[in-house]
């Protein structure tokens, strides 16, 4: 595989892998939402997934910046034209999906006293 189709397949991964936070977030908060508004108390297992989904949101910005470093590297190392635009997308999207999962997070906890 040469390493620029190679980069793209990483920078496919991680863009693709940030959509679906996206989509796990709006899930999640959707999920709360009805939770909160039904007065059925939220399972703990859910909002204890949230939280170490949430852990996880760091991680991927920090994993996204080591990308956009490694791919800037190489660009100057091997001297090809590389976009490294969906790396960036990518790390961009992270807060809206972090923001999201906040309210996801508050109306879980809602839930959860409001149906005890």
């Keep these: 595989m040469e390493p620029l189709q190679k980069h793209q ?6 863009f693709y892998g940030s ?19 039904n007065v059925v108390a939220a399972p703990d297992a859910l909002i204890s997934f949230a939280i170490a ?3 996880y949101h760091y991680a ?11 791919f800037h590297i ?6 090809f034209k590389m976009s490294i635009l969906k790396t960036f ?3 961009l999207s992270t807060p809206f999906s972090y923001v999201i999962l906040m ?4 109306l879980l906890g809602l839930s959860s ?3 005890s």
Excluded: W
């Design 9 to 14: 397949k990483i920078q496919n991964i991680y």
């Design 19 to 37: 959509l679906l936070m996206i989509l796990l977030s709006v899930v999640l908060f959707v999920l709360g939402y009805v939770l909160t508004q």
């Design 53 to 55: 989904y949430l852990y």
């Design 60 to 70: 991927h910005v920090v994993i996204g910046i080591g990308l956009l470093i490694y």
């Design 74 to 79: 190489q660009k100057k190392k091997l001297v």
């Design 89 to 91: 997308l990518g790390l």
């Design 103 to 106: 309210i996801a997070i508050l």
């Design 113 to 115: 006293c409001a149906g």
